[in-house]
């Protein structure tokens, strides 16, 4: 029998860190071995490993997709490896690791890696996306193959991500090196090692690039509960697939001007009444606000959704189409429908001509500029004229008509399904699914369902800092401190916010977090709140008009945090110690 210790981390410490910490425990039961597992999650650390502990150990596992601090297991044994691994088998995990651990100095912290992926994983990208992306590429190849090493490198070109690398690719690799003329987004490469440079330098010298690459690529600094969240955010993005991942980048896209919109439309209403668009206050500081917001900022949101959904699944040479597919759907008074559908048909379509159409490198840089675009819009622009525009105008039309008749119990129902999806996976498929048909009807002048969804989706975070302030004894010293954050996400409408105590306890924490957010919806449903603009929590109530029937609004809010409050109480058990 084995005594082992082990520490279980992942970028946002929650899923991961958890799944790996349970699997090694009932892995090494099942093996006759005892073992004491370190948890490092966005609460904290939770059963640190003890001096003691680390000096009885035969082994030390770590199982972690983000950096792991060493020196405090001196010359014991150490294998390491990502979470992945230890979720899916653990028992083969510590198999291993009892029948090959080798010490620190023997063994590299990579020792765990998959032989077969490669050891550095890289990006290369320039404004233009053509000759520099690829030299810097084949420099970066070239570099790697001088020194030893294998690589696997994304160019982010003109016609779009090629050679794209799979989590499990990153997850295994030992460094990322980015060699870009542009930003790159890095949300995915949380935790890793990270080289940043220009391609100016892959292209001259790979060999060198990936020889200094290795000696000095660092791990961000650790973040604060609010990059954590951002975190959990950028995890939950990278974990969409399919029609659902190209919907919610439209739809993050559209959100800022139809809160830049929604907040000038308000601010006319407070500066020249509920009719400044009228002519007779034409040339008022109100009716120019209000032109501003509602003329420009909400017009430009049906064809920005349907753009960066085809972006989303054909890159840049899908923006044309799909925007100008979007400012059709918004003519011809499809909507936001009308705008959805134009993005995925204008993505698929230049997709599928950018996969057809073959030019050759020298001739690739037309494709992007001028064959896609003009094929695409064509194509576009004809079916939503002929074929699309007017059934789905048809569709928009009868549900618009269903949901401002809302009343009652059918308004009750729909308050409390948007209440409970919100809080169901705060953050997930099944909020953003209640928060893209809230935002969108936001054009068709339907405003009930933001606001109840935004009061929904602030009462999880706020509903647990009130319980960690009230009901102290059932929770540990480390939650109550951050229930203090929490309720600071909570008024921003952040409901990631209270991801982490979700993950520690999901099967008393979640309902509870249902319970106050379906009371929160179908409050303001039945009592006839509005809200003109999809984000920004309370900072948005002082606005006039911003908010329809306020008091009846913060009644929702007030209620629903106290449901949550209450049934965190009821749900939970102390815990054996409290400060």
Known sequence: M????????????????FMAAEALEQAAARLGHTIRVETQGSVGTRNALSDADIAAADLVIIAADTQVDKARFGAKRIVEGPTAPAIRDADSVIRQALAGAASPAAQPAAAARNPAMPQIVAITSCPTGIAHTFMAAEGLEGGAKAVGRTIKVETQGSVGAQNALTADEIANAEIVVIAADTKV???????????ETNTKAAINDGAALIRTALTEARVGAAADMADKVKDVKAQQSAARTGAYKHLMTGVSFMIPFVVAGGLL?????ALGGIYVYDDAHKGTLGWTLFTIGAKSGFALMVPIL???????????????PGMIGGMIAASIGSGFLGGIAAGFLAGYTVKFLNDKIQLGRNLD??????????LGTTIVGLLMYYVVGEPVAAVLGAITAWLKGLQGSSAVFLGLLLGSMMAFDMG???NKAAYAFATGLLGSDVFAPMAAVMAAGMTPPLGIALATMLFKNRFSEDEREAGKATAVLGISFITEGAIPFAAKDPLRVIPALMAG???AGALSMVLGCTLRVPHGGVFVLPIPNAVGNLGGYILALVAGTAVTAVALYALKKPVEATA
Do not use: W
């Not at 005594?3 to 991961?16: E, L, N, Q, Y």
């Not at 987004?185 to 080289?195: M, N, Q, V």
């Not at 439309?265 to 209403?269: D, K, N, R, S, T």
């Open 2 to 17: 084995a005594r082992i210790v082990a520490v279980t981390a992942c970028p946002t410490g929650i899923a991961h860190t």
């Open 185 to 195: 987004d890095k949300s995915r490469f949380a935790g890793k090692r990270i080289y």
């Open 265 to 269: 439309i308000a601010l006319g209403f």
């Open 306 to 320: 349907a753009g960066y959904i085809a972006h989303s699944i054909a890159d840049r040479p899908g923006l044309a």
């Open 365 to 374: 840089g037309l494709k992007p500029v001028l064959i896609l675009p003009l």
């Open 428 to 430: 997930g498929p099944i």
């Open 517 to 519: 957010s379906a009371t």
